[in-house]
């Protein structure tokens, strides 16, 4: 399960991130995920899950992730026709039945946001991820 490995890695982004912005406690975690992107939502919860009993000290003890799914479109690269992809990255256009399509969104992997806090005197800090 790759999981483990991917959530390990959003773990690491966020504690490197946080640190820099003084945040010492994170209450919520959002990604989004495709929907082609291999990786198994429920599997990513669970990973959480472990990562935020091993790492007390980061997170708040009801810390909760969210991950908002990214739909799989493909588009023709002869007609220009846009559809949703089967299963598997190789699928045939509706409309000229060749196997062109280039993905357009379904695979993405991305931390959107976390939310913390800092010192006991500071409230509250919602972060948005660039490009992560």
Do not use: T, W
């Amino acid at each position: 399960m790759h999981e483990m490995a991917l959530m390990g890695e959003v773990i690491d982004i966020i504690k490197e991130d946080a640190a820099s912005k003084r945040i010492i406690k994170i209450d919520m975690v959002e990604l989004l995920v495709g929907e082609i992107s291999n990786a198994m939502p429920d599997a990513l919860k669970m990973a959480f899950e472990v990562y935020k009993e091993q790492n007390a000290y980061f997170f708040e003890k009801n810390a909760r992730i969210f991950i908002q799914i990214e739909k799989a479109l493909a588009e023709c690269i002869l007609c220009s026709k846009s559809y949703v992809p089967d299963n598997n990255r190789i699928s045939f256009c509706p409309v000229c039945g060749l196997p062109s399509g280039k993905i357009i969104s379904g695979e993405s992997f991305q931390i959107l946001s976390y939310e913390g806090s800092g010192d006991a005197d500071e409230s509250n800090v919602a972060h948005r991820c660039a490009d992560q």
